[in-house]
């Protein structure tokens, strides 16, 4: 049976008969094709319904299992309810709103703003005061776009900013900034001109240095450790003779030519060391504070003041010995380096007088010794082999107390020289 001819194909040799016999053949046929089609058109519907059954079937399958994974998902926070953040800080440029400061790449930065631009309208009102554009901000939502209108330079432009958070509940949402991982760009300030250099040579000289008088003599009394007169050489003790070139016997002398001198300028300085002249130079300096900054201020609380030690009343000593040669008073024993060693006296020699008094003891010369005070330059006159000297020996002292002086003479690390 050819279902898609509707016609039944034999091998059976042609009827020749007409009649009933042919007419329940014919029918018996058409009822076979017919039985034949519709179990096919059964068979076809029961194929298709079941393959749309399968395919709503896995339709409806899946769709529950994205409705499920959808209600299991963990919902997060509504990010629009953040705080808003636009990363860029303006100031009131008189009546303008200038951009000084921005968070690179933040909200503001992607929008094309940059700093120096001036704010002019947010959300097409205009901003004239730092206060209404924290007010924009604060009523602005993450994500949500914010239209702005600027001026670059004269020009003027619109751009929108999409504000984002810097609240860490919201550090795994793409609105969330953090700024510990984006660099603040600051608005680049025109450069100041420096200011003219102070003029220091007129600025109030300081010596570091204080002086008394010694009877005619100006002696150092005191000075500032690294001080412009320390930095001379001169030392407490020391006498000053002249300044510039000029005597000097008084303290107000010395003030006078402090006054005038000028800072960083030399003065040339005249003094006496330990009984020998020398030549100084100091450079004024200033402690005046405005001039910190530069080489010539001393600050007086960074360095130590020095005292002369007071050794006046320390026990005088000449470092020699005398001997009654019969009215002469001669020199039989010597400390070598000592205050007599260094004036010149030697072994041998007559000693006559003493601050322009004549001495015939031993006695005498211990009298004037005791009278002299550490420190001081004793005149004296001797004869060496006949001829007539005059000396000065400046007293010094062996009182441990004052070891620390350059008036102390330790009698250890000296030999003794005795007349042969």
Known sequence: VDIASRSVKTSHAPIANHGVADDRLNAAMTEAVQKAETQHRVQLMQS??????????????????????????????????ARPFWGMSVTDNGND????????????????????????????????AEDEITDEQLKSK??????????????AFNTEIFPRTTDPTYEAFPEYYHTGSHQKVELAQPATPAPPPLDVSKARPFWGMGLADNGNDMKVTSMWKEGPAWKAGIRPGDII???????????????????????GTSVPVQTVSAGAAQHRDIYPMTTAPDFSETPVFYDVKTHNKVELPEVTTARPFWGMAVTDNGGDMKVTALWEEGPAWKAGIRNGYIITEVNGQRVRSEDEIKVQ?????????????????????????????????????????????HEKKELS
Do not use: C
Not at 242 to 263: L, P
Not at 397 to 409: A, I, Q, R
């Open 97 to 128: 709103m200038k951009v000084t400061s921005m968070w690179e790449d933040g909200p503001a930065w992607r929008a094309g703003i940059r700093p120096g631009d001036i704010v002019t309208n947010v959300y097409g009102r205009p901003v004239r």
């Open 142 to 155: 993450v994500g949500t776009p914010v239209p702005v209108n600027a001026t670059r330079n004269g020009a």
């Open 48 to 81: 298709h319904i079941q393959h749309n059954f399968d395919l709503q079937t896995w339709h409806n399958a899946r769709q529950m299992q994205i409705l499920a994974n959808e209600a299991t998902k963990p919902k997060g926070p509504d990010v629009t309810k």
């Open 241 to 263: 003779t002249h300044v510039n070139g000029q005597a000097v016997r008084t303290d107000q002398e010395i003030k006078e030519h402090q006054a005038n001198s000028a800072v």
């Open 369 to 413: 010794l005791l009278n002299s005070k550490v420190g001081d330059n004793v005149p004296v006159k001797a004869a060496a082999d006949g001829v007539a000297v005059t000396l000065n020996i400046l007293t010094l002292t062996t009182d441990p107390t004052h070891s620390h002086t350059d008036y102390f003479y330790s009698t250890n690390e």
